[in-house]
């Protein structure tokens, strides 16, 4: 634990005081890399008993100059998790938080939280680590929270998909193959066929083999949602046959209203959120992508759905003639569970109990 001590404060030989460097901003970047997941545990894989600074002065941590593009968002987190009283009044000052300085500080824990899940996930990105060496590095902490290293692969994520990322680690603005061309990607992923996290749907409320629609078709959707919801997440694909192939969006889009993607991607949110709640919309996310379309081919005759489905903090059921069942994802099947299995699921896939369903 680090931390930046007020003027005129004694400490006792346990905490290692060093009055190096004396430049504010590079004080609380430097607290910010050593207060973050990843250097935690570099730190823990050393020491045994007592963390001597020889320790510390082994470890890797980069050289953050003012000079680089994330040292600002760095220090000024820092600076507002560690300005809340008025003895950092100086500092609060020295680094340009607007007066009555301690008061510009965050006390509340919502707010505290979101600080430390931005920092975590900044010096991940700034040490270059991939989303799975992150998931790594946080199943190392036991005593921390779910709720607290999920905000943290949340914040590394978004940053991720907005190209904030690659203000700490500059190799991420060099657009990958996806990036280059999202649909490729795409048909990568319909090409190596269904799996335990992959599954294909022909439509979302057209029944394929009668030619017509079909509200049983609606409730496979919402069922196979339910089960990477409640299972290690996933991504299904409508629009896709079994075998791979492309059956397209044109008949589901007719009965969306607006005939087209918007109105596909509204009316299957209601219906998803219809069963799992509000706040089950922030591990759902809808994206659209124009496959192997001919010129003179009708709109969406080429479209598939993708939903990317995050595990969920806390049980989804779905309703089905007033009854709430629940599903799970086993293989690359949807299952329910028997009642007398439920309980004994849900201790395990959730050992800190269920999150709060509040939305941020």
């Not at 969006?249 to 009965?255: A, F, P, S, T």
């Not at 496959?291 to 080429?302: I, V, W």
């Amino acid at each position: 634990i680090c931390t930046i001590l007020p003027k005129r404060v004694f400490a006792g030989n346990t905490v290692i005081v060093s009055t190096e460097p004396q430049c504010p901003e590079e004080l609380l970047a430097i607290v910010a890399l050593l207060n973050s997941c990843v250097v935690d545990h570099a730190i823990r894989q050393k020491v045994s008993a007592h963390c001597n600074m020889f320790y510390v002065y082994q470890l890797p941590v980069p050289r953050v100059t003012r000079e680089h593009q994330g040292f600002a968002c760095l220090s000024r987190r820092a600076a507002k998790l560690i300005c809340t009283t008025a003895e950092f009044d100086d500092l609060a000052k020295a680094v340009g938080l607007n007066p009555p300085n301690h008061k510009a500080g965050v006390t509340d824990p919502a707010g505290r939280a979101k600080l430390r899940a931005e920092l975590d996930a900044m010096v991940a990105h700034l040490y270059g680590l991939t989303e799975e060496e992150f998931v790594h590095v946080l199943s190392t902490f036991p005593l921390v929270e779910a709720a607290v290293k999920q905000a943290a692969l949340d914040e590394f994520k978004r940053m991720l998909a907005s190209g904030e990322a690659a203000l700490f680690n500059p190799d991420l603005a060099k657009p990958s193959a996806a990036q280059a061309d999202p649909a490729k990607a795409i048909r990568d992923l319909i090409a190596a066929g269904e799996s335990a996290g992959v599954e294909f749907k022909s439509s979302a409320r057209w029944d394929v083999k009668q030619s017509q629609p079909a509200k049983h078709i609606e409730h496979v959707i919402v069922k196979t949602v339910a089960a990477f919801l409640n299972t290690a997440g996933g991504t299904l694909v409508i629009g896709v046959e079994d075998n791979g192939n492309v059956y397209g969006l044109i008949e589901d889009y007719k009965l969306c209203g607006k005939d087209n993607r918007d109105g596909f991607a509204l009316w299957l949110m209601q219906a998803l959120l219809k069963d799992f709640g509000k706040d089950a919309a922030g591990q759902i996310a809808i994206a659209f992508h124009g496959l192997h379309q001919a010129e003179d081919a009708k709109p969406g005759s080429g479209d598939v759905c993708v939903v990317n489905i995050k595990p969920s903090p806390r049980p989804r059921f779905v309703v089905e003639n007033g009854q709430e069942l629940f599903y799970i994802r086993t293989g690359n099947a949807t299952n329910q569970l028997k009642p007398s299995e439920l309980l004994g699921y849900c201790a395990q896939r959730w050992p800190d109990g269920p999150a709060s369903t509040e939305t941020a």
